[in-house]
C-alpha cells in the first residue's frame, strides 16, 4: 500500500483498543510514518504506554497539534465525543480538518452539529480483529464531505481489513452486525469446542479444531460466493451425522436466536449516541418500501 498523501498530521484522540489498532495498522502497512501520527488519551499512564508501544508522540493536551492536524481520528466512548469536539472546536480546530469517528451511534447529524458544520466528517464502524489485520470497517461521509475523503477514510481503514461504503441509515445494523459480530462467533467458538471436550478431546485440540473450521469455513463463503445454505448442503449426507447435528440445532431454534440476537444489539446501538437511524432501520425492516 502506498503512503497517504496528508498536508499535516493524523491525530486519534483515544489511544485506547480501536485507536492504537487503527494506528499500528497505518504503521505497519506504511501508509504514514510514525512522525506523522499523534494520539491524545485521557491519562499520562496510557501516554506513556502507547509512545513505548508505537514509537508516536503522544499528549493528554493535544491542543498544540491542532493546527498541524489534517486528519482526527475520535476513538473515545461515544458518551465522551461531545466534550471533545467541543474542546476541538474551542481551540482552534481548523475548518479543513477532516473528523473521522468511529463511535457507536454517533450520527453524522450530530457530529456536524457539535463541529459547527464546517469540518468535512466521516463516520465509520470498525471492529476489533483490526487487530490482525483482518477487521470489517463500514464508512458513510457529511456533505461536507468529498471523494478524496472517503479515499482517505477508505486506505486508512483498508490498512486493517475490509473496508465499505454504506448509507448511513445502515449504521447501527452494522453495528449490530459486524460491529458486535466477533463476539458472536468466539460464543459460537466456545460452545462447539465445549461440544469436542465433552466428548473427549482435549480443551487446546478442541479450540484447534473449532478455529481452522471456523477460518476454512469463512473462506470457503468468501472466496465460492456461493450462499452459506448451499455449501451447508455439500456437507450433509443422507442420514449422516452433520443432519443430525443440524436438526439438533434447529430444535434449540439457533437460527432465530442469531437473527434475534443481531436485531436486539442494533436496537441497542440506536441508544448509544442519540441516533434515530436505527428504529429507521427496523421500521424500513419490516415495511421495506
Ligand atoms: N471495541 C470495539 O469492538 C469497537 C468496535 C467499533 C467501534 N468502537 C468504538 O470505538 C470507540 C472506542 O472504543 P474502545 O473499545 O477503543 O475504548 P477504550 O479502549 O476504552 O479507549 C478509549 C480511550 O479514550 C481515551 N480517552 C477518554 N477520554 C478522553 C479524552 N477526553 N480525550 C482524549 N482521550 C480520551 C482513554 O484514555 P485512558 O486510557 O487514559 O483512559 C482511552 O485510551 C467507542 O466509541 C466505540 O463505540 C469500538
Given at each position: 500500500?502506498?503512503?497517504?498523501?496528508?498536508?499535516?498530521?493524523?491525530?486519534?484522540?483515544?489511544?485506547?483498543?480501536?485507536?492504537?489498532?487503527?494506528?499500528?495498522?497505518?504503521?505497519?502497512?506504511?501508509?504514514?510514518?510514525?512522525?506523522?501520527?499523534?494520539?491524545?488519551?485521557?491519562t499520562?499512564?496510557?501516554?506513556d504506554?502507547?509512545?513505548?508501544?508505537?514509537?508516536?508522540?503522544?499528549?493528554?493536551?493535544?491542543?498544540?497539534?491542532?493546527?498541524?492536524?489534517?486528519?482526527?481520528?475520535?476513538?473515545?466512548?461515544?458518551?465522551?465525543?461531545?466534550?471533545?469536539?467541543?474542546?476541538?472546536?474551542?481551540?482552534?480546530?481548523?475548518?479543513?480538518?477532516?473528523?473521522?469517528?468511529?463511535?457507536a451511534?454517533?450520527?453524522?447529524?450530530?457530529?456536524?452539529?457539535?463541529?459547527?458544520?464546517?469540518?468535512?466528517?466521516?463516520?465509520?464502524?470498525?471492529?476489533?480483529?483490526?487487530?490482525?489485520?483482518?477487521?470489517?470497517?463500514?464508512?458513510?461521509?457529511?456533505?461536507?464531505?468529498?471523494?478524496?475523503?472517503?479515499?482517505?477514510?477508505?486506505?486508512?481503514?483498508?490498512?486493517?481489513?475490509?473496508?465499505l461504503e454504506?448509507?448511513?441509515?445502515?449504521?447501527?445494523?452494522?453495528?449490530?452486525l459486524?460491529g458486535?459480530?466477533?463476539?458472536?462467533?468466539?460464543?459460537?467458538?466456545?460452545?462447539?469446542?465445549?461440544?469436542?471436550?465433552?466428548?473427549?478431546?482435549?480443551?487446546?485440540?478442541?479450540?484447534?479444531?473449532?478455529?481452522?473450521?471456523?477460518?476454512?469455513?469463512?473462506?470457503?463463503?468468501q472466496?465460492?460466493?456461493?450462499?452459506?445454505?448451499?455449501?451447508?448442503?455439500?456437507?450433509?449426507?443422507?442420514?449422516?451425522?452433520?443432519?443430525?447435528a443440524?436438526?439438533t440445532?434447529?430444535?434449540?431454534?439457533?437460527?432465530s436466536?442469531?437473527?434475534?440476537?443481531?436485531?436486539?444489539?442494533?436496537?441497542?446501538?440506536?441508544?448509544?449516541?442519540?441516533?434515530?437511524?436505527?428504529?429507521?432501520?427496523?421500521?424500513?425492516?419490516?415495511?421495506?418500501?
Amino acid at each position: 500500500m502506498s503512503e497517504l498523501v496528508i498536508a499535516g498530521k493524523l491525530g486519534v484522540v483515544g489511544a485506547g483498543v480501536m485507536g492504537r489498532t487503527i494506528i499500528q495498522g497505518a504503521i505497519k502497512s506504511c501508509l504514514l510514518p510514525p512522525q506523522k501520527i499523534w494520539a491524545a488519551a485521557r491519562t499520562q499512564r496510557t501516554c506513556d504506554q502507547v509512545r513505548q508501544e508505537l514509537g508516536i508522540d503522544t499528549f493528554t493536551d493535544y491542543t498544540v497539534q491542532l493546527a498541524e492536524t489534517s486528519i482526527i481520528i475520535l476513538c473515545v466512548k461515544p458518551y465522551k465525543v461531545e466534550g471533545v469536539l467541543e474542546h476541538l472546536k474551542d481551540n482552534g480546530l481548523s475548518p479543513d480538518t477532516l473528523i473521522i469517528s468511529i463511535a457507536a451511534g454517533v450520527s453524522l447529524a450530530t457530529l456536524e452539529s457539535l463541529t459547527g458544520g464546517q469540518n468535512p466528517v466521516i463516520r465509520a464502524m470498525p471492529n476489533t480483529p483490526c487487530v490482525v489485520g483482518r477487521g470489517m470497517t463500514v464508512v458513510c461521509g457529511s456533505a461536507q464531505t468529498k471523494p478524496q475523503h472517503l479515499e482517505l477514510t477508505k486506505n486508512l481503514f483498508s490498512a486493517v481489513g475490509t473496508c465499505l461504503e454504506l448509507e448511513e441509515t445502515h449504521f447501527d445494523a452494522v453495528t449490530g452486525l459486524s460491529g458486535s459480530g466477533p463476539a458472536y462467533f468466539y460464543l459460537m467458538m466456545e460452545s462447539l469446542a465445549d461440544g469436542g471436550v465433552r466428548v473427549g478431546l482435549p480443551r487446546d485440540v478442541a479450540v484447534k479444531l473449532v478455529t481452522q473450521t471456523a477460518l476454512g469455513a469463512a473462506a470457503m463463503v468468501q472466496q465460492s460466493g456461493r450462499h452459506p445454505a448451499s455449501l451447508r448442503d455439500d456437507v450433509t449426507t443422507p442420514a449422516g451425522c452433520t443432519i443430525a447435528a443440524l436438526l439438533t440445532m434447529e430444535d434449540g431454534k439457533i437460527r432465530s436466536v442469531l437473527a434475534r440476537a443481531v436485531e436486539e444489539a442494533t436496537r441497542t446501538a440506536s441508544h448509544l449516541g442519540g441516533s434515530a437511524s436505527s428504529e429507521k432501520t427496523l421500521a424500513t425492516a419490516a415495511h421495506p418500501d
